[in-house]
C-alpha cells in the first residue's frame, strides 16, 4: 500500500518496538559528520538517565561486548505502563556480529524485586528500569544487562517520517482494524510496501490477522528496525538530521553518555550489518485465569548460552 503524505510533526509522540533501531542509530550519529557533534550532545544531555545501582558497564574499546536492554513503553496520561516490548540485543566487536532477541510481552517469569510471579512486561511497572534489568537478567539465567534504551510507544512514526519513509516486503495480506492511529482500517497486501510513520505503527502492531500473533509482529518489528537503521545509513539522512534528533529527542531515555556513543559508532558499527534475529520458544496456556507466555527451562538455557557465546561469557 501506498500511503499518502501526512503531517510529519504529530504531538504525541513515543516508540513501539523500535528500539534496536534507536541503538543502530546512535551507532551512526555519533560518527556521522563533526557539524553535528553539538546537536547530537545536545539531545544526549536530554535523555541520559542513569540507573541507580548500575553493575555492568563495559570499557567499549570494540574488545568487549555488550548489551543493552531495550524496552518500548506503553505510557498514558497518569500512568506508569508496561514494557509493550522488551527486546535485548548483544554487540560483538570482534565478530562484528549483533543479536536481537525479542521476548514476548506476555511471558511468564519471576519478577525480581517484587517477590511475585507475572507477565514479563509488568517488571518495569512495578519497579522501572532497574527492575526490568533484573527480571530479564534472571529470565535468561543470569545474563547481564549493560545498558538500556527505553522509548514511550507511538513516537516510532515521527522517527519513520524523519527518515523520509521506508520500504519493507509483507508476505501476506494483513489489516489492522479501526484504531487510535488514524481511527480507519488499515490494509496492507503482500509484496513490496512503502510506509510513512503513521502506517509503519500500524504494521507493526498487526496481530490479530496474522496467524503467527504475536511472532508475525514481532517479524514486522524487525522489518522496520532494519528498515530504518539502513535509511540513516545513507548520506541522504544528514539533510533531516535535525528532525531525526527532535524524534529521538523527545521520546527516549538510556544510560549512554555521549563518550559511550562515540565510542560504539567508532568500535562496533560493523555489527549493525551481521544482524541475528531471535525468537523464545514456548506455549501459551490460561494459568489463574490469565493468559500467558509459557516458557521451559531448556528454552531459557538455550538463549542464555546463544547470547552467553556472543557476550564471551559463561
Do not use: C
Not at 514494557?83 to 521476548?103: E, F, P, R, W, Y
Not at 534475529?277 to 542464555?304: C, F, P
Amino acid at each position: 500500500m501506498r500511503a499518502e503524505k501526512r503531517t510529519k510533526k504529530k504531538k504525541r509522540t513515543g516508540l513501539r518496538i523500535f528500539l534496536w533501531s534507536i541503538l543502530g542509530i546512535f551507532l551512526i550519529l555519533g560518527g556521522i559528520v563533526g557539524y553535528a557533534v553539538f546537536q547530537t550532545k545536545s539531545t544526549m544531555d536530554k535523555i541520559y538517565e542513569p540507573v541507580k545501582e548500575a553493575a555492568n558497564p563495559v570499557k567499549l574499546d570494540g574488545q568487549n561486548p555488550f548489551s543493552v536492554l531495550i524496552l518500548g513503553i506503553d505510557q498514558r496520561d497518569g500512568d506508569v505502563g508496561r514494557s509493550d516490548t522488551t527486546m535485548v540485543a548483544t554487540v560483538n566487536g570482534t565478530t562484528n556480529k549483533a543479536q536481537i532477541l525479542s521476548i514476548p510481552r506476555d511471558t511468564k517469569t519471576e519478577i525480581i524485586g517484587h517477590d511475585s510471579t507475572n507477565k514479563i512486561n509488568a517488571a518495569y511497572a512495578y519497579g522501572g528500569v532497574k527492575m526490568a534489568e533484573d527480571t530479564v537478567t534472571h529470565f535468561l539465567n543470569g545474563i547481564p544487562i549493560n545498558y538500556y534504551i527505553k522509548i514511550n510507544m507511538e513516537g516510532l512514526k515521527d522517527l519513520v517520517d524523519a527518515v523520509g519513509g521506508v520500504e519493507v516486503y509483507n508476505d501476506m495480506d494483513i489489516s489492522l482494524g479501526k484504531n487510535d492511529v488514524n481511527n480507519n482500517e488499515i490494509d496492507f497486501k503482500k509484496g513490496n510496501v512503502k510506509l510513512d510513520g503513521t502506517d509503519a505503527l500500524a504494521y507493526v502492531r498487526i496481530r490479530k490477522t496474522d496467524a503467527r500473533g504475536d511472532f508475525g509482529r514481532q517479524m514486522r518489528q524487525q522489518q522496520v528496525i532494519q528498515a530504518v537503521v539502513n535509511k540513516v545509513a545513507t548520506t541522504q539522512t544528514l539533510w533531516n538530521f535535525d528532525e531525526i534528533l527532535s524524534a529521538v529527542g523527545k521520546n527516549m531515555q538510556t544510560d549512554l553518555t555521549m563518550t559511550d556513543i562515540t565510542r560504539i559508532a567508532k568500535n562496533y558499527i560493523s555489527a549493525r550489518n551481521n544482524v541475528e534475529n531471535m525468537t523464545v520458544a514456548g506455549d501459551g496456556g490460561i494459568s489463574d485465569g490469565i493468559w500467558y507466555y509459557n516458557v521451559s527451562d531448556a528454552e531459557r538455557q538455550k538463549l542464555h548460552d546463544s547470547l552467553a557465546k556472543n557476550l564471551e561469557i559463561k
